[in-house]
């Protein structure tokens, strides 16, 4: 029975650090579609799969620094330090598809999977660089 009491000690912990984690997940998808230059929620809800693609590795690239943020801070301010750099860079990754990528918003509009998918495995591969970081 200690061993549970044990386990349950850190349950403090993790709500803390899931609802915020949480939180800022939901903030950096709000900001996110903000930033954008077209809808695309409207346009996943329309089937758009290009605009589905380029969400999701934008998720996956900013969930994976901010669990690795979770794991290795030393406390939730630091976590949410990291969260905000992994949320600059995910913005950065997008701003340099955009400009490598000619009309790239008309693109993913028109649902061209080419360019949507450039910019989820980008995104995806600088969050996993940006996780590999945060293990100092």
């Known amino acids: 029975m200690n061993n549970l009491w044990q386990s349950l000690s850190g349950l403090p912990s993790f709500a803390l650090y899931f609802a915020l984690g949480f939180a800022l997940l939901a903030v950096f998808i709000a900001v996110y579609l903000w930033l954008m230059p077209y809808r695309e929620l409207q ?14 590795g934008a998720l996956l690239g900013f969930v994976l620094p901010l669990a690795s943020a979770i794991a290795h801070s030393i406390n939730p301010v630091d976590m949410v330090v990291w969260a905000v750099i992994a949320f600059v860079a995910q913005t950065i990754v997008y701003l340099a598809v955009s400009r490598l990528v000619p009309h790239f918003g008309d693109a993913i509009k028109a649902g061209n999977v080419a360019p949507a998918t450039l910019l989820a495995a980008l995104a995806v591969a600088v969050g996993v660089l940006n996780a590999a970081c945060l293990t100092y």
């Open 43 to 56: 346009l996943i809800r329309e089937g758009n799969v290009a605009a589905a693609i380029s969400l999701s």
